[in-house]
């Protein structure tokens, strides 16, 4: 697949666009009746100016990576919430624990039932490996709901993903049939308005966890409280959660799955990607860094540009095999000619 490069210009893992999702309505938030309309955005496009030049006449080149250095990541920012509701009316309202741990909307779950079905008819679904997802309740609901297996029904024999009516959703339960692994991954949590809400994010999570998604593993990454100030009015920084973003980054590039689905929250998405694309035209940096709509999806891969060991190519084969002749003919070229 040829793809655009994205450069990160201080890191060694690079992104590169694939394609991407995004719901489309007229729908106001005060409308629930009317279906969304959802719209596969075509392939962006296949070429990226391997360095920046003030002269954007000058020639794009392809640029190549070795496959298994390269991850499929795919972006999610989670569907409407109660929250985003009341902050179009009174942005205070983000800073309220009321909203902090905020539950889908009943459009918010039509724009998941929506991207749920694209996942499936692109068969993107039975590619993803693993869900990782923010440990808060709308996240996690928009991450079941879009890659979980569908309705749950007695005599199924799995577990349930999602118990009914989780979170107030007034939703049947979702299966674990045929789903990937899920893990609920504290560096992609939301960029927090108050810092005390660190607290709030672990509480709600282990209640999460225990009442209603049962398989939902919870991975600690941060490890003690020194990493962020306590005082409740100080908001979290932006270079602060870009900083995080990062770090989630290469946490990611651990992992032994080779295309992931993760499911996070605007600002979060919105500081971490603005550190790339700062070699590209400005006009695809954009289109990478711009804020994501609800229940967005974009595709992205993730390159090791660095020296560092990688996964083993599968799919590489050394030749050779039987042993034979085989001087290619440029060499023999420089050769007759010196």
């Known amino acids: 697949m040829s793809l655009p490069l994205f450069y990160n210009n201080t890191a060694t893992l690079s992104i590169l666009p694939d394609s991407s999702f995004v719901p489309f309505t007229s729908i106001s938030t005060k409308t629930k009746t009317q ?3 959802c719209v596969r955005h075509s392939r962006l496009p296949v070429l990226c100016l391997s360095s920046f030049s003030d002269n954007m006449d000058s020639p794009a080149g392809p640029t190549l990576y070795p ?24 942005h205070d309202a983000y800073l309220s624990y009321d909203y902090f741990d905020a539950h889908l909307t009943p459009l918010g779950w039509q724009q998941v039932d929506n991207l749920h079905k694209h996942v499936q008819e692109t068969g993107l679904s039975k590619r993803v490996e693993l869900v990782i997802t923010s440990p808060l309740l709308r996240t996690i609901q928009t991450a079941v709901g879009v890659f979980g297996g569908g309705g749950y029904a007695d005599g199924i024999d799995a577990p349930p993903l999602m118990v009914a009516n989780a979170g107030n959703s007034e939703r049947p339960a979702i299966s674990s049939l045929n ?12 960029h927090l308005n108050r810092l005390e809400f660190i607290r709030v994010i672990r509480e709600a999570a282990l209640v999460n966890i225990n009442l209603f998604f049962l398989l939902l593993i919870f991975h600690w ?39 992931i689905a993760v499911v996070t929250h605007s600002g ?31 595709s992205m891969v993730i390159v090791d540009r660095s020296t560092a060991s990688s996964d083993p190519a599968t799919t590489n084969y050394p030749g050779k095999i039987p042993n034979g002749l085989d001087l290619p003919s440029d060499v023999a070229a420089e050769k007759h000619l010196n």
């Not at 999610?76 to 919430?81: D, M, T």
């Not at 005082?231 to 651990?254: D, H, Q, S, Y």
Request: hydrophobic share 35%; charged share 30%.
């Open 35 to 37: 279906p969304l309309t």
């Open 67 to 90: 496959s298994h250095r390269c991850k499929t990541v795919h972006l999610v920012r989670h569907a409407q919430g109660i929250h985003n509701v009341a902050g179009e009316k009174n």
């Open 179 to 190: 789903c990937p692994p899920f893990i609920a991954v504290e560096l992609c949590r939301e």
């Open 221 to 259: 990454q941060i490890e003690s409280n020194d990493d962020i100030l306590w005082e409740p009015e100080i908001r979290e920084t932006n270079e602060a959660v870009a900083k995080r973003g990062m770090e989630f980054l290469n946490w990611l590039w651990t992992r032994k799955e080779k295309e």
């Open 268 to 298: 979060f998405l919105y500081h971490t990607l603005s550190a790339f694309g700062n070699d590209c035209h400005p006009s695809i940096k954009n289109e990478i860094c711009k804020h994501f709509a609800n229940c967005e999806l974009r």
